[in-house]
Structures are given as C-alpha cells and as structure tokens.
C-alpha cells in the first residue's frame, strides 16, 4: 500500500489550502482514508476522515472549515481546507485504515489504529 500526499505549504490566516491523498497497492474495498495532524510538542490528532461505507469524521477543531472529498480516482482524496488559523500549523499525514472497524472514522480513530501512513504534509499558518 502507498499513499502519496501532495499540496499544503505556507498561508495567511484566513486563506485556503488543500491537500490530496492517492492511494495505491491494494484490491480490498473495506477501507477507510483520512488524515491526522501533529503540531511541534503535541500528540498526533485525527483531522478527517472518510470510508467506503460513507461514514465521514471532522475533529470540532475543523468542523465546518473543512471538507474531504474525492479527487480524480475513488482512491484520492481531497481535504480543503478553508479559513485557516494558527492553531491548524502542523504535519498532516494521510492515513489509510483497513478493515475498518467501530472507530474507523470516529472521535475513537486513533493512529494506533492506523495500518498506513503518508509521508506527511507541512501546513503553515502564519498570523
């Protein structure tokens, strides 16, 4: 499995940016995909999250600011992410869950349950 993430980089509060999350490697359906966010001195948190069975997770930090969706293939995804703030700087890493469980795509989704991880994104919000 691989997930190649691209996009972020560095923005004025306010403004939009949007990362994409391609996933390849694999035939299984049972699948969830999403991202998580680690800031300098604080744990990895999940951001967002979507499964094939059309659950959908955004942490409330987020909640109405951003929004997954597909790309060009089902197995892309995108995260926009609009209204930027401070707060929101950090590596986002695309995660792929699978089999997807009761915490796939919920406040419980852990990336202890997380079977693979993009290489990670850089997201800065400056004031």
């Known amino acids: 499995v691989q997930l190649v993430e691209s996009g972020g980089g560095l923005v004025q509060a306010g403004e939009s940016l949007q990362l994409s999350c391609a996933a390849s490697?694999?035939?299984?359906?049972?699948?969830?995909i999403g991202w998580f966010r680690q800031a300098p001195g604080k744990e990895r948190e999940a951001v967002s999250c979507i499964a094939n069975d059309g659950r959908e997770f955004y942490a409330d930090s987020v909640k109405g600011r951003f929004a997954i969706s597909d790309g060009n293939s089902k197995r892309t995804k995108i995260l926009r992410m609009n209204d930027l703030t401070p707060e929101d700087t950090a590596v986002y890493y695309c995660?792929?869950?699978?089999?997807?469980?009761?915490?796939?795509?919920?406040?419980?989704?852990?990336?202890?349950?997380?079977?693979?991880w993009g290489q990670g994104k850089q997201v800065t919000v400056s004031s």
């Open positions: 490697g694999f035939t299984f359906d049972d699948y969830a």
């Open positions: 995660a792929l869950d699978s089999p997807t469980t009761r915490f796939s795509c919920s406040a419980a989704w852990a990336d202890h349950r997380v079977h693979w």
